[in-house]
């Protein structure tokens, strides 16, 4: 083989490399509601047809919680509660044995109001280059080394605010981004979306007054700034992601302060809902090199979300709204029109995702349902019963590997 083959073979062997790697990550589902906080799915292996039931490839008690599992270079973390501590674990997910086990103290009482939801941590963790961070249910703040589960920097906010988590308990999923851990810290009237440098813990920004809500922030890019976007709890912001700054809010608010649905961006609009509240869109304008304005583009009171967040399939809206006891709806993201309401009855919440041309839909009582991604109609195209007790947490898929977390059980389905 001369010089030149051997260079051209080596050129296609990393460029083959590359392709393996782009896979692998692109099939991990690295924080709330996947990579990108939106629900969606790629790298999944979807069985044609669906069979008939699914199969249990292992399952782990791990302890109480509604926090979501994750899936990162063939590893599932899942974070839990047992007794007075706070637990993270990692398991191989071919096979379910456990990796390492991490733990804390975090006492933490059950506010009355949220004695069915327990006492364990219901914000889902991120894992981002080797490093996991964790929101416990009282506000502690950590961040460990995803490989050996040693713990890095952690942050406790007593000595800092009045109350360290909202009245139901911490359930914002820190944001992972450009170096920064972002979190939504303190208590109810009183917090910060407060940016950590993920390697040290130091504050680099905080954007403190309004207290923390149970909406998870995201990130989004309008006119080539990029900000966090989230709902606090009385008002919708986005906050320059390098410095912090305020950019715009707009005042919102529901019963009891239970603003919870993360937000849905795409291009220039968020949607956005609450309790009892009609679900409706903002547009982003760019007026400055760092002023906007927020104005509504849409509301439609036929539909309303309370704790489910909405996925996006070819500019439609696909949500879980609170009405008639829980009813699946399609809408058209530019109009707002409601396409289509399904069938009643589904429950108190469900966790939606998309993997095209299907959505996976959970809800609370176990019930996974696959959709057809349809624009006229509710199609259901399979249904299963998983887990063993209630299924808030939202499911996490890659490959072909669905898992599901109950109330205290860790569960991996494959076919």
């Not at 390098?242 to 009891?256: A, C, M, N, Q, Y």
Request: net charge neutral.
């Amino acid at each position: 083989m001369n010089r030149f083959s051997l260079q051209r073979r080596l050129v296609q062997q990393l460029f083959l490399c590359g392709v393996c790697a782009c896979a692998a990550h692109a099939a991990d589902w690295t924080s709330w509601r996947g990579p990108s906080r939106d629900g969606r799915v790629t790298g999944f292996d979807a069985p044609e047809p669906w069979p008939k039931t699914l199969v249990e490839r292992w399952k782990a008690v791990v302890g109480e919680g509604h926090a979501s599992p994750l899936i990162a270079e063939g590893r599932a973390y899942v974070f839990s509660r047992q007794e007075d501590l706070e637990v993270v674990r990692a398991f191989r997910l071919s096979s379910g044995k456990e990796v390492w086990k991490a733990t804390y103290a975090a006492p933490y009482k059950v506010n009355p109001e949220a004695m069915l939801h327990g006492a364990g941590p219901k914000a889902t963790p991120t894992v981002d280059e080797g490093r996991l961070f964790t929101f416990g249910i009282s506000g502690i703040l950590s961040c460990f080394d995803a490989e050996e589960g040693k713990l890095i920097w952690q942050k406790n906010f007593s000595k800092e605010f009045p109350a360290t988590a909202p009245l139901y308990g911490s359930a914002a999923s820190p944001l992972v981004d450009a170096g920064l851990c972002i979190a939504a810290v303190g208590g109810h009237d009183k917090g910060a979306l407060r940016a950590f440098d993920v390697k040290t813990g130091d504050v680099r920004w905080s954007r403190d007054g309004d207290g923390p809500s149970y909406s998870s922030p995201i990130r989004i890019e309008v006119g080539n700034i990029a900000q966090v976007a989230t709902l606090t709890q009385r008002n919708i912001v986005g906050v320059a992601l390098d410095h912090g700054e305020l950019l715009w809010s707009v005042p919102f608010t529901t019963e009891w302060d239970q603003n919870a649905v993360t937000l849905l961006a795409q291009d220039d609009m968020l949607v956005y809902s609450g309790y009892n509240r009609a679900v409706a869109a903002l547009r982003l304008e760019r007026r400055g090199p760092r002023s906007f304005t927020a104005t509504q583009a849409w509301s439609t009171s036929d539909v309303s979300m309370f704790m489910s967040s909405p996925v996006l399939v070819d500019r439609r809206v696909y949500g879980m709204s609170s009405h008639q006891k829980g009813q699946v709806f399609c809408l058209e993201l530019l109009s707002g029109k409601v396409l289509w309401k399904g069938s009643s009855r589904l429950g108190d919440n469900a966790s939606i995702l998309v993997a095209e041309p299907q959505l996976v839909l959970l809800t609370t009582d176990g019930n996974l349902r696959i959709l057809g991604a349809s624009a006229t109609h509710e199609a259901v195209l399979a249904a299963y019963e998983v887990g063993s007790s209630a299924t808030w947490a939202s499911p996490a898929i890659a490959g072909d590997r669905i898992l599901v977390k109950d109330r205290d059980t860790l569960f991996c389905y494959g076919w």
